[in-house]
């Protein structure tokens, strides 16, 4: 099972400062039914939805995931593991649009080490981390206040020498329909328009972004079989790509990005349009591209809430409480070693692309969880003992 994690949950406003509202769901596990895919029913299945509440829009992610209990262990992906279920459950598909490739091998059969959410600031982060036999992987979406779209950043810790580094991204624009139901598919670049069977690899020099819509199930368009939700859109950066290929389908269409396997940090932006219009949603992904693309390529992933943490300052308030329970022995043990693990930990964080700062960081994370659950308990006893 995935370890969850929910820190500092904001509400609307704190102190003045716009929050990100950050909500965990809960897991629901339960049998994998006949509608699952074949090779998943009848197994215990597992998804667990956290949210990110930007006040402009809740995007949902999921985690899903089944498993034997001959090889508990072992993860198995029914249609896919990384989900989005709000807004729209069809755009980025709910039941999995994410899949990371390492050497032709999907991490999906990995279970998921960690699955975090979480709220700092101005930012909701949402966390997968993956401890895969080729790498340690890990997968953060972070939402900002007010803002419409989700930030994300591949982070990978090569354990064997990556050659193939893909990622399979799965939509249903604006819906679950299909050609007999009247959709018609198509996928907007900054200059094609492709439509159901064509394929497009990307000229990168001119093309960085896409919006997969449904031409006759725009947002509002109520027909017999469903009403338009409205389309979904990707932004990549041109350097970090190899070559991609977009396939419109009927139903679903299809996105493969190749990443240049040397490196180690890829970023996107996601967008789910629901309730705006085809051509609103397409004019202003035309118009805010460029500024998207500068700001995706300087974007600042890392939580300085984790990396920036002033243990010198919360480790002396500690000890000068402890000074007053010289007879909890066991207390200033347990902080001694939280802060000598956190030195450790959070002397990972201050290097880009440090091998091992992706655990660090969630064990970082934890420590720092337990430490300021327990330090209002301390300042208690320490009060009481000065009496």
Same mark, same amino acid.
């Not at 990707?234 to 493969?256: H, M």
């Not at 000074?323 to 201050?350: F, G, N």
């Given at each position: 099972?995935?370890?969850?994690?929910?820190?500092?949950?904001?509400?609307?406003?704190?102190?003045?400062?716009?929050?990100?509202?950050?909500?965990?769901?809960?897991?629901?596990?339960?049998?994998?039914?006949?509608?699952?895919?074949?090779?998943?029913?009848?197994?215990?299945?597992?998804?667990?939805?956290? !949210?990110?509440?930007?006040?402009?829009?809740?995007?949902?992610?999921?985690?899903?995931?089944?498993?034997?209990?001959?090889?508990?262990?072992?993860?198995?992906?029914?249609?896919?593991?990384?989900?989005?279920?709000?807004?729209?459950?069809?755009?980025?598909?709910?039941?999995?649009?994410?899949?990371?490739?390492?050497?032709?091998? !999907?991490?999906?059969?990995?279970?998921?080490?960690?699955?975090?959410?979480?709220?700092?600031?101005?930012?909701?982060?949402?966390?997968?981390?993956?401890?895969?036999?080729?790498?340690?992987?890990? $997968?953060?979406?972070?939402?900002?206040?007010?803002?419409?779209? @989700?930030?994300?950043?591949?982070?990978?810790?090569?354990?064997?020498?990556?050659?193939?580094?893909?990622?399979? $991204?799965?939509?249903?624009?604006?819906?679950?329909?299909?050609?007999?139901?009247?959709?018609?598919?198509?996928? @907007?670049?900054?200059?094609?328009?492709?439509?159901?069977?064509?394929?497009?690899?990307?000229?990168?020099?001119?093309?960085?972004?896409?919006?997969?819509?449904?031409?006759?199930?725009?947002?509002?368009?109520?027909?017999?079989?469903?009403?338009?939700?409205?389309?979904?859109?990707?932004?990549?950066?041109?350097?970090?790509?190899?070559?991609?290929?977009?396939?419109?389908?009927?139903?679903?269409?299809?996105?493969?990005?190749?990443?240049?396997?040397?490196?180690?940090?890829?970023?996107?932006?996601?967008?789910?349009?629901?309730?705006?219009?085809?051509?609103?949603?397409?004019?202003? @992904?035309?118009?805010?591209?460029?500024?998207?693309?500068?700001?995706?390529?300087?974007?600042?992933?890392?939580?300085?809430?984790?990396?920036?943490?002033? $243990?010198?300052?919360?480790?002396?308030?500690?000890?000068?409480?402890?000074?007053?329970?010289?007879?909890?022995?066991?207390?200033?043990?347990?902080?001694?070693?939280?802060?000598?693990?956190?030195?450790?930990?959070?002397? @990972?964080?201050?290097?880009?692309?440090?091998?091992?700062?992706?655990?660090?960081?969630?064990?970082? $994370?934890?420590?720092?969880?337990?430490?300021?659950?327990?330090?209002?308990?301390?300042?208690?006893?320490?009060?009481?003992?000065?009496?």
């Amino acid at each position: 099972m995935a370890a969850v994690v929910l820190m500092g949950s904001s509400l609307w406003a704190q102190s003045g400062r716009v929050a990100v509202q950050v909500r965990d769901h809960g897991a629901n596990t339960a049998i994998a039914g006949p509608t699952a895919p074949k090779h998943v029913i009848g197994l215990p299945r597992m998804m667990h939805d956290i !949210s990110l509440n930007t006040g402009k829009i809740t995007y949902a992610l999921r985690y899903t995931i089944c498993h034997d209990p001959k090889a508990p262990t072992v993860g198995i992906p029914g249609e896919g593991y990384i989900g989005m279920p709000q807004p729209n459950d069809a755009n980025w598909y709910s039941g999995g649009f994410f899949d990371l490739k390492l050497n032709g091998q !999907s991490i999906g059969s990995t279970m998921a080490q960690t699955f975090v959410g979480r709220s700092t600031g101005d930012r909701g982060y949402v966390d997968y981390v993956f401890d895969d036999p080729q790498a340690v992987v890990r $997968l953060r979406f972070v939402a900002l206040a007010g803002d419409d779209c @989700l930030h994300a950043q591949l982070l990978i810790e090569p354990k064997v020498e990556p050659t193939q580094v893909s990622v399979n $991204l799965r939509c249903y624009p604006s819906g679950f329909v299909n050609r007999s139901a009247g959709a018609e598919r198509h996928a @907007l670049t900054a200059t094609k328009d492709l439509k159901v069977g064509e394929r497009l690899t990307p000229d990168p020099a001119a093309e960085y972004w896409v919006n997969f819509y449904d031409a006759v199930y725009d947002a509002g368009v109520v027909m017999p079989t469903a009403t338009g939700r409205g389309s979904c859109s990707l932004l990549w950066i041109p350097a970090q790509l190899k070559e991609a290929s977009f396939n419109v389908g009927d139903y679903g269409s299809e996105s493969v990005l190749e990443l240049d396997p040397s490196l180690r940090d890829f970023r996107f932006v996601f967008f789910d349009h629901t309730g705006v219009s085809n051509a609103d949603a397409q004019a202003a @992904l035309r118009s805010r591209a460029p500024e998207l693309l500068e700001q995706l390529a300087g974007f600042a992933f890392a939580d300085s809430s984790v990396a920036d943490w002033p $243990l010198a300052k919360k480790l002396a308030e500690a000890r000068t409480l402890l000074a007053d329970l010289p007879e909890d022995k066991a207390a200033a043990e347990r902080y001694d070693q939280w802060s000598r693990e956190l030195e450790e930990h959070l002397a @990972l964080l201050k290097t880009t692309g440090q091998s091992g700062a992706i655990v660090a960081e969630g064990k970082a $994370l934890g420590i720092i969880a337990e430490w300021d659950k327990s330090l209002p308990d301390l300042r208690l006893q320490a009060l009481l003992n000065s009496f």
